[in-house]
């Protein structure tokens, strides 16, 4: 049985809006979505692989630049010899409103609909399946009893090109609930999953394995690390996939501890040293300052963020710092920060829950200091 070499990705998200950064920041991601898209046509080109798999939400929302469009059109008209298959997702459904029916799509690239379909491609032995969102929700299965609308030929490779969210048997989410048995069951020697956005390992249910590319390029800090996209082969009851990493920037949280530091210039000293300079250029990060400071110390996140401009592509600080007090000495004094100290512990120690606690940590924290200092700003 001839090996079907394959590239598969999913959730591309073109023109998301990037809203945890400012404009500037915002257009400069936009283009380095598309300059990872153009990286990935590249490597299909370049693996001479026989199918493109994209598994949903190549589309944010229902706002996308014409200049993306064009972008993506040309490049899948540079790889005229590969087919690509797409199987539109809950961000960009199917239907007759969408980017997918407006654009005049290459004659290499077939985007599934919103019935079960089943392409043969007799000269590799092969047969693409898939199924596209029609609408933002899918709340039943889309692979729900399809093996009785649609043969599946046993002696070909069979390859299946999905949008969903892998669901426990007999729980309901909102985006195609697939469950492993209903992948077990499905006949596909591979299925190509979008919509979570972390690569899952490459799994197996039965005779069928599956996987989730992930996205290619992080968007937030809640993607954070690398990000890629899916290479290999597929025949018959096997596969050679693997993961490889494409992604042009990644989000990065890091925790730093500033117990022992007093000043602006030792923070950013010590955040810049323990970073390579090629990844400072690159990566966008988030620092978390932890420990606790001197009561005095008010920490001003926008001015140490203005100082790391210099150093950081880009650099977001949060301050979950405490302050070096004994809260149960000082909630014992007869003064004003003694009554306000003790206060407020007992409100911590009746709050509901853990976000309650953790604002009420951080308004005596700044409790604590403004009774210090003549000024406090608060961020």
Same mark, same amino acid.
């Given at each position: ?5 394959i590239? =598969?990705?999913?959730?591309? =998200? ?9 404009s ?17 046509? +590249?490597?299909?080109? !370049? ?7 994209? !598994?949903?939400?190549?589309?944010? @929302? ?25 199987a ?26 919103d ?14 399946y898939g199924?596209?969102? !029609? ?20 002696? #070909?490779?069979?390859?299946? $090109?999905?949008h969903?969210?892998?669901? @426990?048997?007999?729980?309901? /989410? +909102?985006? /195609?609930?697939?469950?492993?048995e ?6 596909? *020697?591979?299925?190509?999953?979008? =919509? ?6 490459? /799994?197996?249910?039965?005779n ?8 290619p ?6 993607e ?8 290999? &082969?597929?025949?018959?009851?096997? $596969? ?24 602006y +210039?030792?923070?950013i000293?010590n955040?810049? @040293? !323990?970073?390579s300079?090629?990844?400072r250029?690159? @990566? ?7 420990? &606790?400071? *001197?009561? &005095? ?33 000082l ?9 306000? #100290? ?25 409790g ?6 003549? &000024?406090?700003?608060?961020?």
């Open positions: 049985m001839r090996k079907i070499k590239l =598969h990705c999913s959730d591309l =998200h073109f023109d998301s809006p990037f809203s945890e950064l400012d500037s920041f915002s257009e400069n991601r936009k283009e380095d979505l598309r300059e990872c898209f153009g990286n990935i046509v +590249d490597m299909a080109k !370049s693996n001479q692989v026989d199918l493109l798999l994209i !598994s949903g939400d190549i589309f944010d @929302n229902g706002s996308v630049m014409k200049n993306t469009l064009d972008y993506i059109r040309k490049k899948f008209e540079e790889i005229h010899d590969i087919r690509v298959f797409i539109p997702g809950n961000h960009d459904p199917f239907n007759e409103k969408s980017f997918y029916s407006m654009l005049k799509w290459p004659e290499n690239v077939h985007v599934f609909k019935k079960m379909e089943k392409i043969q491609i007799d000269e590799l032995k092969l047969c693409v199924r596209g969102f !029609s609408n933002s929700y899918e709340r039943e299965s889309l692979l729900k009893d399809f093996r009785g609308e649609l043969n599946i030929d046993e002696y #070909t490779t069979n390859i299946m $090109v999905l969903g969210d892998i669901a @426990n048997k007999g729980t309901k /989410n +909102d985006y /195609n609930p697939v469950t492993l209903e992948i077990g069951l499905s006949g596909m *020697d591979y299925i190509a999953l979008g =919509h979570r956005h972390s690569f899952s390992g490459i /799994n197996r249910e039965k069928t394995y599956y996987a989730y590319s992930g996205n390029e992080g968007r937030g800090f809640d954070t690390g690398e990000k890629g996209i899916i290479l290999g &082969e597929v025949c018959k009851k096997f $596969v050679d996939l693997k993961f490889v990493p494409i992604s042009k920037r990644q989000y990065i949280i890091k925790e730093i501890d500033i117990s022992k530091l007093d000043t +210039d030792e923070i000293y955040i810049e @040293n !323990s970073i300079p090629l990844d250029e690159k @990566n966008l990060y988030k620092f978390i300052l932890k420990g &606790e400071v *001197d009561p &005095e110390f008010v920490i001003s996140k926008s001015v140490i963020e203005e100082k790391m401009k210099q150093y950081f592509y880009y650099a977001k600080v949060v301050d979950k710092t405490g302050v070096k007090i004994d809260y149960e000495a909630s014992k004094e007869f003064s004003l920060k003694g009554l306000f #100290t003790k206060k407020m512990l007992q409100s911590i120690e009746n709050a509901e829950d853990e976000t309650e606690k953790e604002k009420l940590k951080k308004a005596l924290k700044v604590i200091q403004s009774l210090c200092n003549k &000024e406090l700003k608060i961020e």
